[in-house]
């Protein structure tokens, strides 16, 4: 267990010391994981930013991820095929909802980045890094933009995943670290002491603190 956000961060990075010769970057997914990256930045004297993804919502239940999206040069959609074969959703709901994920993606790009133009991340090292992984679906659209993005290599680091979802992701990307994969798992909150809601005040200090 962890005690908060920055002891996952700074154990996750010293996991990925060996790295810090490839001067990488390290995108975070927030807001939480956001803390977690920060620390990570830090050990590895590495730029900060954001990848920001949102779950699409199922009708009427917008807790349930029907997908998530992202965007940037390359906007990215991954969709729950296991869900969507259970549930009747129209072609028009899933682009509207679409839509409106993607203009908040970028809504919350412009804000965490108080006027900061995304990093550049063609031909480098890349570390995701999220402060606790449970099915993987929101950070597999990141993996597939960052993908299209031509990064050198793309590295996942989690605080805690499930072990089955792990054995899923090492198969998305370069190299995977997570120095926590319980074999029983319900939910991220469980494995941190202090598991308090980031503010997008603190995500933005955090990218203040460690942009390139």
């Known amino acids: 267990m962890f005690t908060d956000r920055h002891d996952a961060g700074q154990q996750l990075g010293r996991l990925l010391l060996h790295l810090k010769e490839q001067q990488p970057i390290v995108l975070a997914l927030p807001r939480g994981g956001v803390i977690v990256g920060a620390e990570v930045a830090k050990m590895l004297n590495a730029p900060l930013d954001v990848l920001v993804v949102r779950k699409l919502g199922a009708p009427n239940h917008a807790e349930l991820a029907i997908g998530a999206v992202t965007n940037g040069e390359h906007p990215q959609r991954i969709l729950n095929k296991n869900i969507l074969s259970r549930i009747r959703i129209s072609a028009s709901y899933l682009e509207d909802e679409t839509n409106r994920q993607l203009l908040e ?10 006027g900061r133009t995304a990093l550049a991340v063609a031909s480098r090292t890349v570390i995701v890094v999220d402060d606790g992984i449970a099915t993987g679906a929101t950070v597999r659209a990141g993996i597939k933009a ?62 203040k603190l460690y942009s390139e």
């Open 105 to 114: 993606v970028k809504r919350l790009q412009e804000l965490y980045r108080q």
């Open 146 to 207: 960052l993908r299209q993005m031509n990064v050198s290599c793309i590295v996942l680091g989690a605080a805690v995943a499930p072990q089955e979802t792990i054995k899923s992701l090492s198969l998305e990307v370069d190299e995977l670290v997570c120095p926590l994969t319980p074999t029983s798992f319900t939910a991220v909150g469980l494995f941190y002491k202090n598991f308090e809601q980031t503010t997008d005040a603190q995500v933005i200090e955090a990218l």
